[in-house]
């Protein structure tokens, strides 16, 4: 019995593991303060439900990147929406003819305030290969775009590191951005009310 028990007390003890840092803030005993902006900042970066809008073979790109290997789960994300009222960050990737413009703006004007543009791949960023009179030649002509992935197509790791640049944007941004001038002038060059 006793070895037992000196068995099980030789056992390092686990550290609790920590999956978000604490907003930087001021610590004492019994209280801990920061501000409405940080800790909004950290709810919105680990609760990003992405709308993928994927026409070819950039998004089996980002299959591989949700499934088991890569896993984009671990970042808050296995809640891909389909529904762009309940998404607030757009992934565009694959090549967008022109036709297909309208459609991808009336799916970005119909998430609600904040959202975040990630474009995937060299085709979604600008035309690709395809410089031609039917491919829309970087969908910035016709939508903000706030992160774009590189590569034809990009690898995972490449999704991921642009995912979690989005996330950097989307903790650290002011709550006041998206009532500012700046940003109602950016809607007002794309012509979005
Ligand atoms: S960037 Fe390359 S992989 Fe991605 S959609 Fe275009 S052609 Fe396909």
């Known amino acids: 019995m006793s070895?037992?028990?000196e068995q099980i007390e030789q056992v390092p003890k686990r550290e609790?593991?920590?999956?978000?840092?604490?907003?930087?803030?001021h610590a004492g005993t019994g209280f801990f303060a920061t501000n409405a902006d940080k800790v909004i900042g950290l709810a919105r970066k680990n609760s990003l439900w992405?709308?993928?809008?994927?026409?070819?073979?950039?998004?089996?790109?980002?299959?591989?990147?949700?499934s088991s290997h890569?896993?984009?789960?671990?970042f808050g994300m296995e809640r891909l929406s389909f529904s762009p009222r309940q998404s607030d960050l757009l992934m565009v990737m694959g090549t967008i003819a022109k036709k297909m413009g309208p459609v991808l703006r009336e799916v970005y004007t119909q998430m609600a305030e904040p959202k975040w543009v990630l474009s995937m791949g060299a085709c979604a960023s600008s035309g690709g290969i395809f410089d031609s009179y039917s491919v829309l030649q970087g969908i910035d002509r016709v939508i903000p775009v706030d992160v774009y992935i590189p590569g034809c197509p990009p690898r995972p790791e490449q999704v991921i590191d642009g995912i979690?640049?989005?996330?950097?944007?989307?903790?650290?941004?002011s709550l006041r951005r998206r009532y500012s001038k700046e940003y109602e002038d950016l809607l007002t060059k794309y012509k979005i009310d």
């Open 3 to 5: 070895d037992k028990k």
């Open 16 to 25: 609790k593991p920590t999956f978000v840092d604490a907003p930087p803030g």
């Open 50 to 66: 992405p709308l993928p809008f994927a026409t070819s073979c950039c998004g089996i790109e980002f299959m591989s990147t949700m």
């Open 70 to 74: 890569y896993d984009l789960s671990r």
């Open 164 to 173: 979690l640049k989005i996330q950097e944007l989307a903790q650290n941004e």
